[in-house]
């Protein structure tokens, strides 16, 4: 199936002009461009950047389409910003395991994702996770999933495209006690069996 045609339509104040007495409220700019689809994993799934933030809060000043950074590494996390972006998961297709050091705010728009997180504390080893079981939580429609830096995976186990939105916001990361010891919870991607 075709990736659908996605727009960005991007509202900014312009400036009074001077001798435009007693007008308080500016003209509204509107421009609109094409979003670019990105295909991850072999095309099980894409991702569509609608926009990020360097920072919260945000400046609204300006006109014209803003610079819109592009966040490193898996291109999730923003750091110190937010990434709002569409995901869309094809039929049969999964995302490996993983953790980012973020808090995501996903929602479902199209399809019904299943979640998946381990069912109880687990070791890694050879960036494997050897866990004793899943949850396996559906998504509907208008759902939303508020996921804050815990390793989990999503799966189209429908014959049809899943299609998301998330907005992702830079966290610190959560921290955890091994053997008397704290260690921060950072990105991890583990590999599929």
Same mark, same amino acid.
């Given at each position: %199936?075709?990736?659908?045609?996605?727009?960005?339509?991007?509202?900014?104040?312009?400036?009074?002009?001077?001798?435009?007495?007693?007008?308080?409220?500016?003209?509204?700019?509107?421009? !609109?461009?094409?979003? &670019?689809?990105?295909?991850? =994993?072999?095309?099980? /799934?894409?991702?569509?950047?609608?926009? !990020?933030?360097?920072?919260?809060?945000?400046?609204?000043?300006?006109?014209?389409?803003?610079? =819109?950074?592009?966040?490193?590494?898996?291109?999730?996390?923003?750091?110190?910003?937010?990434?709002? @972006? =569409?995901?869309?998961?094809?039929?049969?297709?999964?995302?490996? %395991?993983?953790?980012?050091?973020?808090?995501? @705010?996903? +929602?479902?728009?199209?399809?019904?994702?299943? /979640?998946?997180?381990?069912?109880?504390? =687990?070791?890694?080893?050879?960036?494997?996770?050897?866990?004793?079981?899943?949850?396996?939580?559906?998504?509907?429609?208008?759902?939303?999933?508020?996921?804050?830096?815990? %390793?989990?995976?999503?799966?189209? &186990?429908?014959? &049809?495209?899943?299609? %998301? /939105?998330?907005?992702?916001?830079?966290?610190?990361?959560?921290? +955890?006690?091994?053997?008397?010891?704290?260690?921060? /919870?950072?990105?991890?991607?583990?590999?599929?069996?």
């Amino acid at each position: %199936m075709a990736a659908p045609h996605r727009r960005r339509i991007v509202l900014s104040n312009v400036p009074l002009k001077s001798g435009e007495s007693g007008k308080t409220e500016p003209a509204v700019e509107v421009i !609109t461009d094409d979003l &670019k689809v990105e295909e991850l =994993f072999e095309g099980a /799934l894409r991702r569509v950047t609608v926009g !990020t933030l360097p920072s919260v809060p945000a400046s609204n000043e300006g006109t014209g389409l803003p610079s =819109f950074d592009s966040a490193p590494g898996s291109g999730i996390v923003l750091p110190g910003g937010v990434n709002v @972006y =569409f995901l869309e998961l094809a039929p049969g297709a999964a995302t490996p %395991m993983h953790r980012t050091v973020s808090s995501d @705010y996903v +929602v479902v728009n199209e399809g019904t994702p299943t /979640l998946i997180t381990p069912k109880s504390s =687990f070791s890694v080893a050879d960036g494997k996770g050897n866990w004793d079981g899943v949850d396996e939580t559906v998504l509907n429609p208008g759902d939303t999933a508020v996921q804050r830096g815990s %390793m989990h995976a999503w799966s189209n &186990k429908t014959d &049809k495209w899943v299609r %998301m /939105l998330a907005v992702v916001v830079d966290a610190k990361p959560a921290k +955890v006690t091994v053997n008397s010891k704290t260690e921060e /919870l950072g990105e991890s991607w583990l590999q599929t069996a």
